[in-house]
């Protein structure tokens, strides 16, 4: 009986841990073992750019790419882990049950937006965490035109100044205009409880974040936070109420809740602590990529953040380690000591800096480019030809 790896997830730490696995197998004229990966879509869902128009188009299809790898797709949401009979539990599309067994997992079913218990909420905020929900946000944009104008047609309140909350607004004012019109007057305002502008990027990017912003209109409203949203806006922890149609929520991650079925450490944002190799604490057959594991990149205390930048190559080690596992061959330790951030800006233009300090090396326009080259091209899947998709999985690439 052939043996099996079952990664769960595909998204870029899944599908880089399914490449990884057929290139090790590949390598070792492997044909007893099947590798399967589990997943709602078999499709390379491209998050990072969900705060941009289009949405509906940001995917990339992979039925074709795991027929040229060997990788079996089942379709199905992964419910329930069993560590003791070594099998997943999954919901197909008609709600049907069923399981998958397996003899080494990798875990990389991603993170998700996290959604306190905040009035009104889920009721009247968008968010652009999944396809669903940015494109539900994108046909609102879409249906302001709709509307007689008043102050809160037109004005946007983004909550959360992070890299996902300053991305979405300094997009916001050209989806706006673009809809309602250039002469308008609009109002883009984010609320963030940091006493500065970009606090958690460091002081090295905030001064291209205030240019930007003072450029395209962007208000900042600082050391607060929304207390409650409402159908004409939010209400903000100082009392104070914002009128607005368009509440988008962004802040804060926490990993896939099936980390919490495992007998396992987990971190704050509930990822699976890992060792070198990416196998999670406490587990013989488990290991971990993508947001859900916590993993040092290096010898000086950084660890691996929830990015694409990250997932690659987390993928690429799992994947290659959990056959390694299998196989009785040598692993090959995670280590990912350079750090980037290339953080778009909107029309302004975006800014990139290298190291964990954030050392400025591009604004504006060279860094526009670069930004554009990332994230429509470096970060899709290779294309659908064993040799070559194979090849993009050596885990010893470097990622930036």
């Known amino acids: 009986m052939k043996q099996q790896i079952l990664v769960v997830g595909a998204g870029f730490g899944g599908l880089w841990s399914a490449l990884s696995a057929a290139r090790l197998l590949d390598k070792h004229d492997r044909n007893d073992v099947v590798i399967t990966l589990l997943a709602p879509q078999a499709e390379l869902r491209i998050r990072p750019r969900f705060y941009e128009p289009n949405v509906h188009a940001m995917f990339a299809p992979l039925d074709a790419l795991f027929d040229s790898v060997g990788v079996r797709f089942v379709k199905g949401s992964a419910e329930r882990i069993d560590e003791q009979a070594r099998t997943v539990g999954y919901r197909d599309e008609s709600g049907r049950q069923h399981e998958l067994s397996y003899d080494r997992l990798v875990l990389a079913t991603g993170s998700q937006l996290a959604r306190p218990p905040v009035p009104g909420l889920e009721a009247h905020a968008f968010d652009v965490d999944q396809i669903e929900s940015a494109a539900r946000l994108e046909n609102h944009l879409k249906s302001l035109k709709d509307r007689p104008y ?57 001064p291209s974040i205030v240019e930007a912003s003072d450029h395209l209109g962007i208000e900042w409203v600082l050391g607060t936070s929304v207390a409650a949203v409402d159908a004409n806006g939010v209400t903000l922890s100082d009392g104070r109420h914002i009128e607005s149609n368009t509440v988008i929520w962004t802040v804060g991650f926490r990993a896939s809740p099936l980390t919490e079925q495992l007998t396992s450490v987990r971190d704050g944002l509930g990822r699976l602590h890992v060792d070198q190799n990416l196998k999670v604490a406490g587990q013989d057959n488990i290991f971990a990529a993508g947001d859900v594991a916590y993993a040092a990149t290096d010898d000086l205390g950084n660890l691996a953040a929830m990015s694409c930048q990250h997932a690659i190559a987390l993928g690429r080690h799992a994947g290659n380690n959990v056959a ?44 526009k480019q670069l930004k554009t080259q990332i994230n429509t091209i470096w970060i899709y899947p290779p294309a659908a030809d064993r040799a070559t998709a194979l090849a993009a999985a050596d885990p010893m690439i470097p990622v930036a």
């Open 150 to 206: 008043s102050l809160a047609r037109n004005t946007v309140v983004v909550a959360g100044g992070g890299f996902t909350g300053i991305e979405t607004a300094t997009e916001m004012p050209a989806r706006l205009r673009e809809v309602l019109g250039e002469d308008q007057d609009i109002r883009v305002i984010v609320i963030d409880r940091a006493p500065q502008i970009g606090a958690a990027l460091g002081d090295g990017i905030r």
């Open 324 to 367: 390694a596992d299998l196989l009785g061959v040598q692993p090959i330790p995670y280590s990912q000591p350079k750090y980037v951030t290339c953080l778009d800006l909107g029309a302004w233009g975006a800014v990139f800096t290298e190291g964990w300090d954030r050392q400025l090396k591009l604004v504006k326009d060279e860094a």
